[in-house]
């Protein structure tokens, strides 16, 4: 059954989670110390994170990492074949084929991230593993398939029925308009904060519709559809990832958490950016969602439409993203 709906458009500084005690927040160089945590937080983008924040808080809940909460989360939307723009039945590129982005951070900086990858529909397990079992950070196609083989993920046929059919119907016209927002959800991204003070973030895709073979947006990319950073928060993109890309935007979005800004004034700060350098931006759609180390979290986007899942005490809730325009 569908989750019911509860959205609240929040026009103020965005409201704090209550995670932490005392006095407000300040960055001060490697002010890395988290006190006074009260209970863990999770947040996801879209609809469909809410079922990954089910899963994660319940980890969470019971004293588990950050790290399992945002990796066992997303795992849910990858392997759900109703959610077409992640995993198992996602979209394919203009050829019929399924290839699938993903990467994986912690706050201390180890990350991991597999991008054009066939045929394995657990792309961000895969991206796990580069992180704990190789000196690399990012591993890319065959070479990524053959990684997730060895490592002993099953191949298997990501084409589902019903996208093989969305698929040929837009054969039809051909017509490539990769227009991101609530109609064509886009990314499942989540990030996490743990009972021990620790964060991070997880980002996985099948990336834009009918994208041309080999196409790579910025979900994959550490930096740009991730930053994580335990002395100061972690921020996670959503939507074209092109523009995105162009920004570093999740970085940016952390950087300007470290100088001071709220989470929600920080992405509202690279969504400007985003604005600043595309001439046209009627249909382009970027969201962003920000934990800062202390609780308080934030999202933004440039059109209406972007929703974030919440997951906090006993409670889920889906919130409408404030927007630009």
């Known amino acids: 059954m569908p989750q019911k709906r509860r959205t609240f458009l929040k026009t103020t500084s965005l409201g704090l989670s209550a995670l932490a005690t005392g006095t407000a927040y300040h960055c001060q160089g490697k002010n890395t110390a988290i006190t006074n945590i009260t209970h863990p937080i999770i947040i996801s983008t879209w609809d469909h994170g809410m079922a990954a924040n089910k899963v994660g808080l319940h980890i969470l809940k019971n004293k588990g990492s950050a790290l399992d909460a945002v990796e066992k989360g997303v795992i849910v939307v990858e392997n759900d074949p109703a959610v077409q723009t992640v995993g198992l039945g996602g979209f394919p590129d203009r050829e019929g084929i399924v290839t699938l982005d993903a990467c994986i951070m912690k706050g201390d900086g180890q990350c991991g991230s597999v991008a054009f990858l066939q045929d394995i529909k657990n792309p961000i397990a895969v991206a796990r593993k580069v992180m704990e079992e190789t000196p690399h950070i990012m591993i890319v196609g065959s070479g990524a398939k053959q990684f997730a083989l060895e490592m002993g993920f099953k191949e298997e046929n990501l084409l589902t029925e019903a996208s093989r059919k969305k698929y040929e119907e837009w054969l039809k016209t051909g017509i490539y308009k990769p227009k991101i927002n609530i109609e064509n959800h886009d990314t499942i991204s989540t990030l996490a904060l743990d009972a021990q003070g620790h964060l991070a973030g997880a980002c996985t895709t099948s990336g834009a519709a009918w994208k041309m073979h080999g196409r790579v947006g910025d979900s994959p990319l550490i930096a740009a559809g991730l930053f994580v950073d335990d002395e100061v928060g972690a921020a996670a993109a959503t939507g074209l990832g092109e523009a995105v890309i162009r920004t570093a935007g999740s970085a940016m979005v952390v950087e300007a958490m470290r100088h001071g800004q709220s989470p929600k004034e920080a992405c509202q700060s690279v969504c400007l950016r985003i ?17 800062r180390k202390d609780g308080a979290y934030g999202a933004y986007s440039l059109q209406p439409g972007f929703t974030y899942a919440l997951g906090q005490h006993e409670t889920h809730e889906l919130y409408q993203a404030t927007s630009m325009f």
């Open 275 to 291: 604005k600043a350098k595309h001439k046209e931006v009627q249909d382009l759609q970027v969201g962003f969602i920000a934990l």
